[in-house]
């Protein structure tokens, strides 16, 4: 709940956090064609800001289907395909799942304790094991 009262503001420690750790993700970023600059100008984009929404209902969608990820399969398949069209790398998403712990301590404060840590890493690894599959089945070259 506390994640999800704030998506915005959130994702925003999340993604600046990700281009701290690796700037050469910026130029995955592309809207009509224009490369950012900068991670600053990047994050003050109304259509990244709108990314941020989208991952944000992701994670939200994920741990509102704690019981039955298997639900969001078909979903997250086809946004791994997604990501990988893009050029995302499958090593990316160990980067991102370092940004999301950051995110998820600076939100959580003392609530983060090594438990909730535990359970937010298993349940990032079974998104991205989901997506995997869905790059696992992307024809090469398409």
């Given at each position: ?5 704030s ?9 600046t ?94 609530a ?31």
């Amino acid at each position: 709940q506390r994640v999800s009262g704030s998506p915005e503001q959130h994702g925003l420690v999340l993604f600046t956090r990700l281009f701290d750790l690796d700037p050469d993700l910026l130029p995955l970023f592309q809207y009509n064609c224009k490369q950012f600059a900068s991670p600053q100008e990047c994050l003050s984009a109304p259509e990244f800001l709108d990314h941020i929404r989208k991952v944000m209902l992701v994670i939200d969608a994920a741990v509102s289907h704690l019981e039955n990820l298997s639900c969001l399969e078909e979903y997250l398949c086809n946004l791994g395909k997604k990501h990988q069209a893009v050029g995302v790398k499958i090593e990316s998403f160990s980067t991102v799942g370092e940004s999301l712990l950051y995110m998820l301590e600076k939100c959580l404060g003392t609530a983060f304790s090594p438990e909730v840590q535990e359970a937010w890493s298993k349940l990032y690894s079974a998104v991205v094991s989901a997506m995997r599959r869905g790059w696992d089945t992307f024809p090469e070259g398409d």
